[in-house]
């Protein structure tokens, strides 16, 4: 079963940092593009970052840019999304989620998603 496995997230202070785990089951990473996305209460599911499965170029989304940092493991068949700076606005569920093609945009651009892990940045 093709499964990607959460960890990581939880409350952090505004200006803090949290490393968020994204471990791929059944399949090996180097085969798919992997984003990330997140869904504030009450918001759609927008996009945060990406990694390609070739090359390991990222990218991100700007309200994220300079902040956060997307990385892989192949060894771990894992990928990590380190948040530094944090700020109350981004405070959401984080999900990683597998490309069907190539990162893109959009939810419709993934083919199957890890659980979701909350994140809230709080005073």
């Known amino acids: 079963q093709l499964q990607l496995v959460q960890s990581g997230g939880g409350s952090v202070q505004p200006g803090g940092s949290l490393r968020l785990s994204c471990a791929a089951s059944?399949?090996?990473?180097?085969?798919?593009?992997i984003g990330w996305f997140r869904q504030a209460p009450g918001k759609e599911r927008e996009g945060v970052s990406c990694?390609?499965?070739?090359?390991?170029?990222?990218n991100y989304e700007d309200y994220v840019r300079g902040r956060f940092t997307i990385s892989r493991d192949t060894a771990k068949n894992t990928v990590y999304l380190q948040m530094n700076s944090l700020k109350p606005e981004d405070t959401a569920v984080y999900y990683c989620?597998?490309?069907?093609?190539?990162?893109?945009?959009?939810?419709?651009?993934?083919?199957?998603w890890g659980q979701g892990t909350r994140v809230t940045v709080s005073s």
């Open positions: 990694i390609n499965k070739s090359d390991g170029s990222t």
């Open positions: 059944g399949f090996s990473l180097d085969h798919y593009d």
């Open positions: 989620a597998a490309a069907r093609i190539l990162c893109g945009p959009t939810t419709d651009d993934y083919k199957f």
